[in-house]
Structures are given as C-alpha cells and as structure tokens.
C-alpha cells in the first residue's frame, strides 16, 4: 500500500475551507439518502400509482372537453 502525502503547505486549511468541506459532505449524504430512497420498491410502486392517475385524468378531462362523460 502507497499513499503519496501532500505537501506542508497544502495540508494547512482555513476554517472556511473546514466548513465547505463539511458543507460538501453533508450534501454529499443528503443526495446519497436521496437516491437510496428513491430507488426503493415503494417510492417506484407510489410513482406508478401517480402517472396512472394523471393519465385517467388527463384522458378524462379530453373527454369532457369534446362532450363524452367517462363512466
């Protein structure tokens, strides 16, 4: 195993770097959390279930608007 080291110079960091850093990484686990859920059966199954409804909707509303009631 090998690890190259950064120079003195560059390992030194400011407090405003220290706290974009941790800004970074706590965007960083928001997304990741973000796309773990949303790759869950149940947020899939939920995002079926709402396209299906705009679809009867929308096709329902195009209905009605040339004068046939949908059943």
Same mark, same amino acid.
């Given at each position: 195993? $090998?690890?190259?080291? @950064? ?6 960091? $400011?407090?405003?770097? &220290? ?6 990484? @706590?965007? *960083? ?6 796309? @773990? &859920?949303? !790759?869950? !059966?149940?947020? &899939?199954?939920?995002? *079926? !279930? ?5 679809? !009867?909707? *929308? *096709?329902? &509303? @195009? ?9």
């Amino acid at each position: 195993m $090998t690890a190259i080291s @950064a120079p003195r110079s560059l390992s030194r960091t $400011t407090a405003f770097e &220290r706290t974009l850093l941790h800004a970074a990484s @706590a965007l *960083d686990a928001f997304v990741a959390t973000r796309l @773990a &859920r949303r !790759a869950g !059966a149940p947020y &899939r199954r939920s995002l *079926d !279930a709402q396209t299906s409804f705009t679809l !009867a909707r *929308d *096709d329902a &509303r @195009a209905r009605g608007a040339i004068g046939i009631l949908p059943r």
